[in-house]
C-alpha cells in the first residue's frame, strides 16, 4: 500500500516563503514522478508543479519563477519551495505521486491528503 505524507502548510504574509514537502512509502515500481496540485474554495483543482523521474520539471505559468519543485531520492520524497508568496497562492496544496515500469510513464498514480497554504496578512 502506497501512502504520502505532506507536511510544510501554514499562514504566511505576501512576500514570505514556505517550504512543502511529500514522502512516499510502500511498494513502488523503479520509475517514479511527483507533481503538486492546488485547489482553492470554489476552484477546480489546477497543476502547480511537476517533476519527472530524470528530473525535468513543469510548472503552472502563475508560479514560474517564484516556486521550486525538487525531489530527493534517497529519502523518495519531493519539496516545492514557494517564495514571493501572493494572497491568491491561498489553497489546499496536494501532492500527486506516479509510479510505473517504464521510465517518464506511471501507470499508477497516488494523491497525498492535502496542506492548506494560506497567504494572508
Known amino acids: 500500500q502506497v501512502q504520502l505524507v505532506e507536511s510544510g502548510g501554514g499562514v504566511v504574509p505576501p512576500g514570505g516563503s514556505l517550504r512543502l514537502s511529500c514522502t512516499v512509502s510502500?511498494?513502488?515500481?523503479?520509475?517514479?514522478?511527483w507533481g503538486w496540485y492546488r485547489q482553492a474554495p470554489g476552484k477546480q483543482r489546477e497543476l502547480v508543479a511537476t517533476?519527472?523521474?530524470?528530473?525535468?520539471?513543469n510548472y503552472a505559468d502563475s508560479v514560474k519563477g517564484r516556486f521550486t519543485i525538487s525531489r530527493d531520492n534517497v529519502k523518495k520524497a519531493v519539496n516545492l519551495q514557494m517564495n514571493t508568496l501572493k494572497p491568491e497562492d491561498t489553497a489546499v496544496y496536494y501532492c500527486?505521486?506516479?509510479?510505473?515500469?517504464?521510465?517518464?510513464?506511471?501507470?499508477?498514480?497516488?494523491w497525498g491528503q492535502g496542506t492548506q497554504v494560506t497567504v494572508s496578512s
Open positions: 517533476i519527472t523521474d530524470v528530473g525535468t520539471t
Open positions: 500527486n505521486f506516479g509510479t510505473g515500469i517504464y521510465p517518464g510513464r506511471y501507470r499508477y498514480d497516488f
Open positions: 510502500g511498494s513502488i515500481y523503479s520509475f517514479y514522478g
